[in-house]
């Protein structure tokens, strides 16, 4: 099956500075890489995705780019604000989903 | 996008006892919702397929006669875990996947705290 890696598990970034989280998979025939946000106790919501045939995606703030020879895709969050805390979960395919990273934006 | 909604939001309950979760599509009729459990600080894992009229499918490692799905109708999936223990005390979510795209809906989850 799928194993996805998220990386890092713990970030914090000073408001206004850009973060980076990085996951790695392992089934090349995944097409399909949504991002989460998640707040404590909170429902995941969809923030961005990504599919196969594209290798860049951006929405306002937030870009998400891929690498299907390398098999990783990463999230970029730029001019962060306090409101970007939260947990981020990356996903490969619906149902397999990275071990989250936990993003402090400090004001 | 899709509305779920999950019933009920917490559950404290005695071991031995059974839960059931209720897990509502409430602008979509979903012949397919999913179940995942997530425990504190980790990620979200699969735990079943719920189909609509048929058998769940259940992901490896779980027990499908300890987690009981039921998909009566096209609005409607529960989730009862039954003679709950410490262990099974997570955060239950369901999600739902509108088609044409493989974007899921999450319902805001079930936090289930067995004594």
Request: charged letters at 20%; glycine letters at 6%.
């Amino acid at each position: 099956g799928e194993n996805v890696e998220q990386h890092p598990s713990t970030l914090s970034v000073q408001e206004g500075d850009s973060a980076v989280i990085k996951c790695t998979y392992s089934d090349s025939a995944s097409n399909y890489f949504p991002w989460y946000k998640q707040e404590l106790g909170k429902r995941p919501q969809l923030i961005i995705d990504i599919r196969s045939n594209v290798g860049e995606k951006k929405d306002q703030r937030i870009a998400v780019t891929l690498n299907k020879t390398a098999k990783h895709f990463s999230l970029h969050i730029t001019e962060t604000q306090p409101e970007d805390s939260a947990v981020y979960f990356c996903a490969a395919g619906q149902f397999y989903f990275g071990t989250g990273t936990s993003l402090t934006v400090i004001p | 996008g899709a509305v779920v909604s999950q019933h009920p939001s917490w559950v404290i309950c005695k071991s031995g006892t059974s839960v059931k979760i209720e897990c509502r599509s409430l602008d979509f009729q979903a012949t397919t919702m999913f179940w995942y459990r997530q425990f504190p600080k980790q990620s979200l894992m699969l735990m079943a397929t719920s189909n609509e009229g048929s058998k769940a499918t259940y992901e490896q490692g779980v027990e499908k006669d300890k987690f009981l799905i039921n998909h009566a109708s096209l609005t409607l999936s529960t989730l009862t875990v039954t003679s709950a223990h410490p262990e099974d005390s997570s955060f239950y979510i369901c999600s739902e996947r509108t088609s044409g795209n493989n974007e899921q809906f999450f319902g805001p989850g079930t936090r289930l705290t067995v004594l």
